[in-house]
């Protein structure tokens, strides 16, 4: 199994809404991303989880809350988000292997959009 | 700032030929660097990647080219087939698995 899984696939949220994207892989891998993709740019780092344990939060305001339950499941809170967070986000994971070799694969994204 | 650029928003190449994409990158502690190709509605699908100790990887009809001292990486793909077409970023990484992507380039493949 090579697969990122994220549901749903598009979410259409209200400003004062709370929702939850969820993001599963089962390849072992004991690193988790979440990136946020607007139109006609790059993927934007948000957090990384590596064994678990958040490593690096790119400065992302707290309406976005990241947890990692275990090691293959990953989800993503939002809450009071604005029209702005309107965007594709992505999930991916990697093996955490050795230094230089660690490649990432990607989830197909959730589309969200906020009202 | 944009770490890692991409400068050709597009290419077209006709099929059969070789297609170049370039990236160029400003951080010289990045140590690892991937190429992905992207089709609208999907995630990104890695395609193949290359260790700041090495200079070349192959992979089939793809090569990634690594020049340090520029600061500069391509991928070749040859020879190019229609159902290359799509949008291919380049990403480098920091120690700490912070990956930064460039902006893409959408390839199209002429038949």
């Known amino acids: 199994d090579t697969e990122v899984t994220q549901t749903p696939k598009h979410l259409v949220m209200g400003m004062t809404n709370k929702k939850s994207l969820k993001c599963e892989q089962h390849m072992g891998h004991r690193a988790m991303y979440w990136y946020k993709q607007k139109a006609k740019k790059p993927p934007e780092l948000m957090f990384v989880?590596?064994?678990?344990?958040?490593?690096i939060n790119e400065s992302v305001p707290s309406r976005f809350s990241p947890e990692c339950p275990n090691s293959s499941l990953l989800n993503l809170h939002l809450h009071a988000l604005q029209p702005e967070d309107s965007a594709l986000y992505l999930c991916?994971?990697?093996?955490?292997?050795?230094?230089?070799?660690?490649?990432?694969?990607f989830g197909p994204g959730t589309r969200l959009t906020v009202l | 700032d944009q770490q890692v650029k991409q400068n050709s928003p597009s290419l077209s190449v006709q099929e059969g030929r070789i297609s170049i994409l370039n990236c160029d990158y400003t951080?010289?502690?990045?140590?690892?660097f991937l190429w992905y190709k992207k089709y609208p509605a999907e995630g990104p699908t890695f395609l193949i990647s290359?260790?700041?100790?090495?200079d070349k990887n192959e992979d089939g009809r793809f090569t990634v080219f690594l020049n340090k001292s520029a600061k500069h990486l391509s991928l070749h793909i040859v020879p190019s087939q229609p159902g290359d077409s799509a949008v291919y970023f380049c990403?480098?990484?920091?120690?700490?698995?912070?990956?930064?992507f460039g902006t893409g380039t959408s390839l199209t493949v002429i038949p």
């Open positions: 951080n010289s502690m990045f140590d690892y």
């Open positions: 990403a480098a990484r920091l120690t700490g698995n912070q990956f930064y």
């Open positions: 991916a994971s990697s093996p955490l292997g050795l230094a230089g070799t660690d490649t990432q694969y």
């Open positions: 989880y590596s064994y678990e344990k958040l490593s």
């Open positions: 290359i260790s700041s100790i090495k």
